[in-house]
């Protein structure tokens, strides 16, 4: 009898083993534990408990026990010994309770025995066998029901760190999809195997079509300003010392057309004999950087030119009326005074726009708002432009009763302003420009056309971008910074508003903006 229990029991164990190594659910491997416990004692239930976070114990296994008797069976789960000497393990009482469910559900269990679970020295959970009838259990029972208890306890043991490795893997998964940063990683073939979220954004790779490929499919640069090119480079082993990430920068095309600014981070992984396992890159989008280098160099490069005409010509007119060898006959005098006078506002303009542009990148314009009377607006800015020149002829044409608009009255002549001197600008042939309002039902509009050069279609929807001046005011040499209309704009959505042009190259320009009407009291 003895030696059956033996050999059978050393099957048994065997088989928890394997399965302990396959199979790494915790609620089947302590059910099978159980199981086999059980029936090898000839016990006719049992029940697994394993400690809580909380330190309390609830069963987690039972084993010929209907489920919905189990909280009958929690009064064994008190009084569990937690410092005991664990070799004498004990729960006092334990037989008593055991008669008295056993009474109360009229089950007809009789002897218990109650094993410990320990992992580190630490009571992680208890194993109960349970039987209807019979002797009592005995030290070699107790015995066999170690080992199993043991079983158990290395299963509780790895399934919790099982558990803790998908967590951390979780977690890492969740950072590396969530970073702010592109993330890729290749394998050891240069084969996408993560692809991330902001990544796909920058790049237009769905991460289900991106992960697969071969990093050179995805990654295609339209310009590279390193002299270096991932699969080439590596091809004779990792190609700085002591495995230093590599970097490149450049334009990367993106799946769904143009291009997007970045500097990728190549970090290597390698195994222990020294292979290539991974790569993990990291991608940062550095077009704002780009955008904000390129803004400071044509910033510096506007400034040089504007500022240094209008001073030239001052410095100029005055060295001369300044030479002591010369008399000036007061109209040369006035002449030149006149000059000075007008680049010294040009300059005023100048600097006043730039203050602007950099009060609006750091925030809003500050608005005044008042009762804005556009058509006399229109009038006082046409009859100030017209003793400017003599080719353009400027008419005004607002319909009687033009509604009053809540708005900056400077602010709004400054629009004007730039819109008649931007006409004047680039009508050097002259021509007729017009100022004419009109308004709907919720909007009044201000239209300012000319019979200039025109824009063309590539250029119109750019002429409101901070610095940008078109082509052929370049070629031409007009004078300008490129931020009338950009802050032309910005004041009239300041107001609610909404500013367009419309041009034929060649033909003339219409520039429109639209402002909110009062809303009635
Ligand atoms: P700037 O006149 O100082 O260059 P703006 O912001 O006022 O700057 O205008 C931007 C660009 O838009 C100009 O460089 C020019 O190419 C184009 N543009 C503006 N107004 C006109 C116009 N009335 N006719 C033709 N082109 C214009």
């Given at each position: 009898m003895l030696g059956d229990y033996r050999v059978r029991q050393r099957e048994y164990l065997l088989e928890i083993s394997r399965a302990l190594t396959a199979q790494l659910k915790l609620d089947e491997l302590l059910r099978m534990v159980l199981e086999a416990a059980a029936e090898i004692l000839a016990g006719q239930a049992g029940l697994i408990a394993l400690r809580e976070p909380d330190g309390r114990f609830s069963i987690r296994a039972s084993y010929g026990?209907?489920?919905?008797?189990?909280?009958?069976?929690?009064?064994?789960?008190?009084?569990?010994?937690?410092?005991?000497?664990l070799g004498r393990f004990r729960i006092p009482g334990l037989g008593e309770k055991l008669g008295r469910i056993a009474a109360q559900l009229g089950l007809r269990l009789q002897q218990v025995v109650a094993l410990p679970m320990v992992i580190k020295r630490e009571l992680i959970g208890v194993l109960f066998v349970f039987r209807a009838y019979g002797a009592r259990f005995t030290v070699n029972d107790r015995q066999i029901l170690a080992s199993f208890a043991d079983q158990a306890a290395i299963a509780v043991y790895n399934a919790q760190l099982y558990e803790r490795l998908l967590q951390e893997k979780r977690r890492l998964d969740a950072i590396l999809e969530y970073s702010a940063d592109g993330v890729l990683i290749l394998d050891?073939?240069?084969?996408?195997m993560v692809f991330n979220r902001a990544l796909s954004q920058m790049s237009g790779w769905p991460s289900y079509e991106a992960i697969g490929r071969l990093h050179d499919e995805v990654v295609r640069?339209?310009?590279?300003?390193?002299?270096?090119d991932l699969s080439s480079a590596i091809?004779?082993?990792?190609?700085?010392?002591?495995?230093a990430p590599l970097y490149v920068e450049g334009d990367m095309r993106r799946r769904t057309g143009g291009t997007v600014s970045v500097g990728i981070t190549y970090a290597p992984l390698f195994d222990r004999e020294g292979r290539l396992v991974n790569i993990i890159a990291n991608v940062r989008d550095i077009t704002r950087f780009r955008e904000a280098e390129e803004i400071k160099s044509t910033f510096i490069s506007v400034i040089s030119h504007e500022l240094k005409t209008p001073v030239a010509l001052i410095k100029g007119y005055a060295d001369t009326l300044l030479r002591e060898d010369a008399s000036w006959d007061p109209a040369v005098m006035r002449e030149s005074l006149t000059v000075i006078v007008e680049e010294a506002e040009r300059l005023n303009h100048l600097i006043d726009n730039l203050l602007d542009a950099s009060r609006l990148q750091a925030g809003a314009l500050p608005m005044e708002i008042d009762q804005v009377d556009l058509s006399a607006l229109a009038e006082r800015v046409a009859a100030r432009f017209r003793t400017q020149t003599q080719k353009h002829e400027i008419s005004v044409r607002f319909p009687p009763r033009f509604p009053v608009v809540d708005g900056d009255p400077r602010r709004l002549e400054q629009v004007l302003d730039n819109l008649v001197s931007n006409a004047i600008k680039y009508s050097p042939q002259g021509g007729r420009i017009e100022i004419r309002g009109r308004w709907t039902d919720d909007e009044v509009i201000v239209t300012v056309s000319d019979e200039g050069m025109g824009i063309p279609p590539a250029e119109q929807a750019r002429v409101?971008?901070?610095f940008f001046r078109g082509t052929r005011a370049r070629q031409q040499r007009?004078?300008?910074?490129?931020?009338g209309l950009y802050l032309s704009q910005a004041i009239v959505k300041a107001h609610g508003g909404r500013m367009w042009v419309e041009s034929t190259p060649g033909a003339g320009s219409a520039f429109s903006f639209a402002l909110p009407r009062r809303q009635p009291a």
């Amino acid at each position: 009898m003895l030696g059956d229990y033996r050999v059978r029991q050393r099957e048994y164990l065997l088989e928890i083993s394997r399965a302990l190594t396959a199979q790494l659910k915790l609620d089947e491997l302590l059910r099978m534990v159980l199981e086999a416990a059980a029936e090898i004692l000839a016990g006719q239930a049992g029940l697994i408990a394993l400690r809580e976070p909380d330190g309390r114990f609830s069963i987690r296994a039972s084993y010929g026990l209907p489920r919905a008797l189990l909280p009958y069976f929690t009064p064994l789960l008190t009084d569990i010994p937690d410092d005991a000497d664990l070799g004498r393990f004990r729960i006092p009482g334990l037989g008593e309770k055991l008669g008295r469910i056993a009474a109360q559900l009229g089950l007809r269990l009789q002897q218990v025995v109650a094993l410990p679970m320990v992992i580190k020295r630490e009571l992680i959970g208890v194993l109960f066998v349970f039987r209807a009838y019979g002797a009592r259990f005995t030290v070699n029972d107790r015995q066999i029901l170690a080992s199993f208890a043991d079983q158990a306890a290395i299963a509780v043991y790895n399934a919790q760190l099982y558990e803790r490795l998908l967590q951390e893997k979780r977690r890492l998964d969740a950072i590396l999809e969530y970073s702010a940063d592109g993330v890729l990683i290749l394998d050891g073939g240069l084969r996408i195997m993560v692809f991330n979220r902001a990544l796909s954004q920058m790049s237009g790779w769905p991460s289900y079509e991106a992960i697969g490929r071969l990093h050179d499919e995805v990654v295609r640069w339209a310009r590279l300003d390193t002299e270096l090119d991932l699969s080439s480079a590596i091809a004779g082993g990792w190609p700085l010392p002591s495995a230093a990430p590599l970097y490149v920068e450049g334009d990367m095309r993106r799946r769904t057309g143009g291009t997007v600014s970045v500097g990728i981070t190549y970090a290597p992984l390698f195994d222990r004999e020294g292979r290539l396992v991974n790569i993990i890159a990291n991608v940062r989008d550095i077009t704002r950087f780009r955008e904000a280098e390129e803004i400071k160099s044509t910033f510096i490069s506007v400034i040089s030119h504007e500022l240094k005409t209008p001073v030239a010509l001052i410095k100029g007119y005055a060295d001369t009326l300044l030479r002591e060898d010369a008399s000036w006959d007061p109209a040369v005098m006035r002449e030149s005074l006149t000059v000075i006078v007008e680049e010294a506002e040009r300059l005023n303009h100048l600097i006043d726009n730039l203050l602007d542009a950099s009060r609006l990148q750091a925030g809003a314009l500050p608005m005044e708002i008042d009762q804005v009377d556009l058509s006399a607006l229109a009038e006082r800015v046409a009859a100030r432009f017209r003793t400017q020149t003599q080719k353009h002829e400027i008419s005004v044409r607002f319909p009687p009763r033009f509604p009053v608009v809540d708005g900056d009255p400077r602010r709004l002549e400054q629009v004007l302003d730039n819109l008649v001197s931007n006409a004047i600008k680039y009508s050097p042939q002259g021509g007729r420009i017009e100022i004419r309002g009109r308004w709907t039902d919720d909007e009044v509009i201000v239209t300012v056309s000319d019979e200039g050069m025109g824009i063309p279609p590539a250029e119109q929807a750019r002429v409101f971008e901070r610095f940008f001046r078109g082509t052929r005011a370049r070629q031409q040499r007009v004078p300008g910074t490129g931020l009338g209309l950009y802050l032309s704009q910005a004041i009239v959505k300041a107001h609610g508003g909404r500013m367009w042009v419309e041009s034929t190259p060649g033909a003339g320009s219409a520039f429109s903006f639209a402002l909110p009407r009062r809303q009635p009291a």
